[in-house]
């Protein structure tokens, strides 16, 4: 069982100034370990997605941020992204992993080993479990519970990430019950002490987390 869990985070769904969140964005990495930065802009236009890549990539990937880009293999594979991530709606595991070459593919599992297990069989590089709480982010059609990360990180050696109304206060369980990445979106732009804030203490909250799990 790995000891290892970091920081995923994702985007706000629609990004009205894109300076102004790169700014919001490099001041989040300046406060503690981040792993990924999924870029997830539900049904924007192509090129306001790549837009977004051209600003919020070169800040993320300066700092070691692998930029991952949500939902469209398509664009993602002639755009400067370090991967993508696919839904079960999305295009399959498959065919994303022969678009993206050895550039990273996750997939949304929902609440299901079995999806997973798949995923991993068609060479994801991750897997996704949630929603674990309550999220106003998006639409979540499963809901988690805990024992689906321990038990993956028992039997299965791909990467899980933990996903859905992710906090400072609900982390640390989540890090104790085996997840490699806890993916946060509001609770870090949302967070009333600021960004930078939120990541430190969510970093701390994994800590925590971790020190259980020994």
């Known amino acids: 069982m790995t000891l290892d869990c970091r920081l995923y985070l994702i985007t706000p769904p629609a990004l009205t100034d894109l300076a102004d969140f790169g700014r919001q964005l490099a001041r989040a990495l300046e406060g503690g370990d981040v792993a990924a930065l999924q870029i997830r802009l539900k049904d924007a236009p192509d090129d306001l997605v790549a837009a977004a890549v051209d600003v919020l990539g070169p800040i993320a990937q300066a700092r070691d941020v692998a930029v991952i880009l949500n939902d469209?293999?398509?664009l993602a594979a002639r755009l400067p992204v370090d991967g993508v991530h696919v839904g079960q709606s999305d295009m399959a595991c498959r065919d994303a992993r022969k678009l993206m070459g050895?550039?990273?593919?996750?997939?949304?599992?929902?609440?299901?080993?079995?999806?997973?297990?798949e995923a991993?069989?068609?060479g994801a590089d991750y897997v996704a479990f949630?929603?674990?709480f309550p999220t106003s982010t998006k639409d979540a059609p499963t809901r988690a519970e805990p024992d689906i990360l321990t038990i993956w990180q028992e039997?299965?050696?791909t990467p899980c990430v933990a996903i859905g109304g992710i906090t400072v206060e609900n982390a640390s369980g989540l890090a104790t019950a085996g997840a490699d990445f806890l993916?946060?979106?509001?609770g870090v732009w949302s967070y009333a002490q600021g960004p930078d804030?939120?990541?430190a203490a969510l970093n701390a909250a994994i800590a925590e987390?971790?020190?259980?799990r020994k």
């Open 197 to 199: 804030a939120a990541v």
């Open 120 to 122: 991993a069989e068609a």
């Open 130 to 132: 949630g929603a674990f």
């Open 209 to 212: 987390g971790l020190a259980a």
């Open 72 to 74: 469209r293999p398509d």
């Open 102 to 117: 050895d550039r990273m593919v996750g997939v949304t599992c929902h609440d299901s080993r079995h999806l997973a297990m």
């Open 155 to 157: 039997t299965m050696e």
């Open 183 to 186: 993916a946060v979106s509001a």
